[in-house]
């Protein structure tokens, strides 16, 4: 047996014991990395938190824009924008509630008018149809105003319907039509022009049939009541108006403008006026009862903003400045 050197034989691969690398094998690296320095997380300060808070509450001002905020604003707030904040949330409140009732009012009135007419005035409608063979495409029915808005919904839902492929496309149904129609037309059909006796094709006012079909359960006693539901609906579609277009309009609300809005429905459709009444009045009065200021200390607390001196006097202010809710 020849000389053997100290070398641990595995597998038939040599390893030298001399702590070097195989023939070929490249040598490791050295190991030049540093210690790395363990990093504490910063500590915002109380003055950095508020000032962040601030940059954020400035940019939810500046979102809403200072133009509109600035009408929520009163001088008891002293130049601070979260009592404004919280009024422009709360008007929101308020009208995120109003919204089943005022949609109630407008179908309720829309779908019940054109049933009584279409049902009431047979011989008038039977004449002069048009394509879609119901009395808002009768000629001489309406003034000129409103037949202006039947065309105009007719071309829209037209062009409407051309941008779509033609797989897709429908004709155009009364219901389409009296969908398309706004509360403005509708509530106009309410007025005087349609009580004309001197257009007595498109009076159906002065029909009694009419009359007593239109709103039975309308408690005005005896006379001529059409002036005064044209004048409540009105009041309905502004009121709806200010709302759906996002103004302001807490500073003039009370429960009374609710209850007319039932009443108006309960003319129409007693059982819907009944439930909606039954679900949503309780909500209103204590949204109204409670005011924006249940929506203040927590907006102040989510901008970590205290103002407990001012936030006194706020709320000292909140029978004075809250709308009335009345039982």
């Given at each position: 047996m020849g000389s053997h050197n100290h070398s641990n034989d595995l597998g038939g691969f040599t390893q030298p014991d001399d702590g070097q690398p195989p023939n070929g094998a490249p040598e490791a690296p050295a190991d030049t990395t540093q210690p790395?320095?363990?990093?504490?997380?910063?500590?915002?300060?109380?003055?950095?938190?508020?000032?962040?808070?601030?940059?954020?509450?400035?940019?939810?001002?500046?979102?809403?824009?200072?133009?509109?905020?600035?009408?929520?604003?009163?001088?008891?707030?002293?130049g601070a924008w979260e009592p404004a904040l919280a009024r422009y949330l709360w008007n929101i409140e308020i009208a995120r509630a109003m919204i089943p009732v005022l949609h109630a009012a407008e179908v309720s009135l829309r779908n019940?008018?054109?049933?009584?007419?279409?049902?009431?005035?047979?011989?008038?409608?039977?004449?002069?149809?048009?394509?879609?063979?119901?009395?808002?495409?009768?000629a001489g029915?309406?003034?000129?105003?409103?037949?202006?808005?039947?065309?105009?919904?007719?071309?829209?839902?037209?062009?409407?319907?051309?941008?779509?492929?033609?797989?897709?496309?429908?004709?155009?149904?009364?219901g389409?039509?009296?969908a398309a129609l706004h509360f403005g037309f509708w509530s106009r059909l309410l007025d005087g022009d349609y009580a004309n006796w001197r257009?007595?094709?498109?009076?159906?006012?002065?029909?009694?049939?009419?009359?007593?079909?239109?709103?039975?359960?309308?408690?005005g006693g005896a006379g001529n009541h059409r002036d005064a539901i044209h004048e409540r609906f009105v009041s309905i579609k502004e009121l709806r108006n200010r709302v759906f277009h996002h103004e302001r309009f807490y500073h003039s609300f009370s429960i009374a403008d609710y209850d007319q809005i039932i009443e108006a429905i309960r003319w129409i459709h007693?059982?819907?006026?009944?439930?909606?009444?039954?679900?949503?009045?309780?909500?209103?009065?204590?949204?109204l009862e409670n005011g924006y200021q249940a929506l203040l200390p927590r907006l102040l607390s989510h901008f970590d903003i205290h103002r407990p001196s001012e936030l006194d006097t706020i709320n000292s202010k909140k029978t004075t400045e809250a709308p009335q809710a009345a039982n």
């Open positions: 790395v320095e363990a990093t504490l997380p910063t500590v915002s300060t109380d003055a950095e938190r508020r000032q962040s808070a601030l940059s954020d509450l400035n940019l939810i001002v500046s979102a809403i824009s200072e133009n509109r905020l600035r009408r929520y604003r009163m001088r008891v707030d002293k019940h008018i054109f049933d009584t007419v279409g049902a009431v005035l047979t011989a008038e409608v039977s004449t002069g149809r048009n394509a879609l063979g119901c009395w808002l495409d009768c029915l309406l003034t000129e105003k409103e037949e202006d808005k039947v065309n105009q919904a007719k071309a829209d839902y037209l062009r409407e319907q051309l941008r779509k492929s033609k797989q897709f496309r429908k004709p155009m149904t009364a389409h039509l009296v257009e007595p094709r498109r009076a159906f006012w002065n029909n009694e049939a009419f009359k007593a079909a239109a709103f039975p359960q309308y408690l007693p059982s819907v006026a009944t439930a909606l009444e039954k679900a949503d009045r309780p909500r209103l009065i204590s949204l």
